[in-house]
C-alpha cells in the first residue's frame, strides 16, 4: 500500500522559496496512470490544488499559483517535490501531497505538514 510523507522546513520567510519533499513508499512514483499531487489549506479555509506530477514526468499546475510553482521528481530517491516562491504570509498553509489513479486523483494522502510564512 502506497504511504506518502511530507517534509520541509516548517518556518519560511516572506518573499523566500517554499520547499517540500514527499517521499513515497509501498509503490513508484512511476506507476502507469499516476499522479501525484501538492495541495494545501490555509487556516480556516478550504483545500486548494496546486500542481501534480504525472507517472511520465509531465507537470500540471493551477493557473492561479502556476507562475510560482514547480514540481519536480527524483525518481531514485521516490520523491517529489514541491517549490513556491516569493511567498507572503497568504502562502500559511498546512501542505499535504496525495496519489491517485486518473479517476481517484486523491486516494491516498500524507499526514500534512504545516508551513508558515512569517518573519
Known amino acids: 500500500q502506497v504511504q506518502l510523507q511530507e517534509s520541509g522546513p516548517g518556518l519560511v520567510k516572506p518573499s523566500q522559496t517554499l520547499s517540500l519533499t514527499c517521499t513515497v513508499s509501498?509503490?513508484?512514483?512511476?506507476?502507469?496512470?499516476?499522479?501525484w499531487s501538492w495541495i494545501r489549506q490555509p487556516p480556516g479555509k478550504g483545500l486548494e490544488w496546486m500542481g501534480a506530477?504525472?507517472?511520465?514526468?509531465?507537470?500540471y499546475y493551477s493557473p492561479s499559483l502556476k507562475s510560482r510553482t514547480s514540481i519536480s521528481r527524483d525518481t531514485s530517491k521516490n520523491q517529489f517535490t514541491l517549490q513556491l516562491s516569493s511567498v507572503t504570509p497568504e502562502d500559511t498553509a498546512v501542505y499535504y501531497c496525495?496519489?491517485?489513479?486518473?479517476?481517484?486523483?486523491?486516494?491516498?494522502w500524507g499526514q500534512g505538514t504545516l508551513v508558515t510564512v512569517s518573519s
Open positions: 496525495a496519489t491517485g489513479p486518473g479517476d481517484q486523483l486523491f486516494k491516498v
Open positions: 509501498g509503490g513508484s512514483i512511476t506507476t502507469n496512470y499516476y499522479y
Open positions: 506530477i504525472v507517472y511520465s514526468g509531465s507537470t
